[in-house]
């Protein structure tokens, strides 16, 4: 009696050995915005924000993944992750960043975009600090019957409906500002920790 072979599980990896960003600059950006979007859904049990975090998006196909800057999704716990398996969370992301470069152009305007429209990714953004070849710097896309189309006409800010935060262009940087309140959420550079004074030491004249 012929045995036959049990298929192999299927391996997902959580990393491909590479640099997280291209640049201090592009990492502070990606930084910058996952706290900021964390801060802004605290309360909100159900959003999920996350970043340079693998999502694989068909079931044992390892090759079916992207790794977005930032991507929020909504309708799943805020639990710790060390990748995204679109299969057994069964939501995708509703919001996508990419802090894009002249060496990620081709990846993050036909790859990437094609890939996030194919999966009903509702807003799909860009941010290109440097200004090494978008112009300009910040663009966007809503999805609309299932194409993505340009999300407005600014070319210093766009308002992104699924999180309720605007996107403003800041210098080198991005600003997210909380759209309903107009509140901008600080860089962390821009937090100051207030720390007591030393008490005087009594031995001291």
């Known amino acids: ?62 090759r079916a993944v992207v790794a977005p800057d930032l991507f929020v999704v909504k309708g799943v716990p805020k639990d710790s992750r060390r990748k995204y398996l679109l299969w057994e969370e069964g939501q995708v992301p509703c919001f996508v960043v990419e802090i894009t470069s002249n060496s990620t152009q081709h990846e993050d305007l036909k790859s990437k975009k094609d890939c996030y429209e194919s999966l009903g990714v509702e807003e799909y953004f860009l941010f290109d600090p440097l200004g090494d070849y978008l112009k300009p710097r910040l663009q966007g896309y809503r999805l609309v019957n299932g194409r993505y189309e340009t999300a407005g006409p600014r070319a210093d800010a766009l308002e992104s409906r699924t999180t309720g935060v605007t996107l403003r262009v800041d210098g080198e940087h991005l600003r997210l500002i909380d759209t309903a309140t107009g509140a901008p959420y600080l860089r962390p550079e821009e937090l100051t920790f207030r720390r007591p004074a030393p008490e005087p030491d009594p031995g001291c004249p």
Not at 24 to 32: F, P, V
Not at 42 to 47: A, G, M, S, W, Y
Not at 49 to 62: E, H, I, K, S, W
């Open 1 to 62: 009696m012929s045995v036959i072979p049990l298929q192999r599980d299927i391996e997902y990896p959580e990393s491909d050995g590479q640099p997280m960003a291209e640049s201090d600059l592009h990492a502070d950006e990606m930084i910058y915005l996952r706290l900021a979007l964390r801060e802004h859904f605290r309360n909100e049990p159900d959003v999920y924000v996350a970043g340079n975090l693998f999502f694989y998006f068909r079931q044992r196909d390892p």
